[in-house]
């Protein structure tokens, strides 16, 4: 008699997935060498950056937006994500002092700010970045004063600036957004 024909559907489906885990090429306990750090790149005006994947909750296309008269013309306005208003900050504007021009590259960076969510508009997202510590050991320190408070280091080649989510939603004239 043949084995497979006394086993229950549930016993040939376990039996499946133990032969299938120890053929598993890599585990998350693989996966996760330490001494990598990663991050999601993008780049606002001709600057790129790249903030820890903990630091970004979403990637969004660019939603209607409804504007909020009487505030810096940085914040553009907010947006319904999924039931919730959400402030959109023109991030080239806030930074730089430069408008953010949309394209169909154009994304926004939800992150969390105390109890809620800001969108970050940039001009475009492209990826998942990894830094090692060998990146980090070559990391030329920030030189533009208007991005030193938010960025540690520059790395890789092309310079990423390691930009600090948690340092801008907790300055005090990103939070200060009435005009």
């Given at each position: ?52 994947i ?13 504007s ?36 169909e ?55 990423l ?19």
């Amino acid at each position: 008699m043949n084995q497979a024909i006394a086993l229950t559907p549930f016993e040939i489906l376990a039996r499946y997935e133990r032969l299938s885990l120890v053929h598993a090429s890599d585990t998350p306990e693989k996966l996760e060498a330490p001494g990598l750090w990663r991050g999601i790149g993008y780049r606002v005006g001709s600057r790129l950056f790249v903030s820890g994947i903990d630091e970004i909750s979403e990637l969004l296309a660019v939603p209607v937006l409804t504007s909020v008269p009487g505030t810096q013309s940085w914040l553009l306005g907010v947006a319904n994500v999924r039931g919730n208003l959400v402030p959109v900050i023109d991030l080239g504007r806030f930074l730089f002092g430069e408008r953010t021009l949309h394209s169909e590259r154009s994304r926004l960076l939800v992150v969390r700010q105390g109890a809620g969510n800001v969108a970050l508009l940039v001009d475009e997202v492209f990826g998942q970045r990894t830094v090692d510590a060998e990146q980090r050991s070559s990391a030329e320190r920030e030189d533009d004063p208007r991005l030193a408070r938010f960025v540690e280091d520059r790395v890789g080649e092309p310079r990423l600036a390691i930009f600090s989510m948690g340092r801008l939603v907790r300055a005090p004239d990103f939070r200060q957004a009435a005009a």
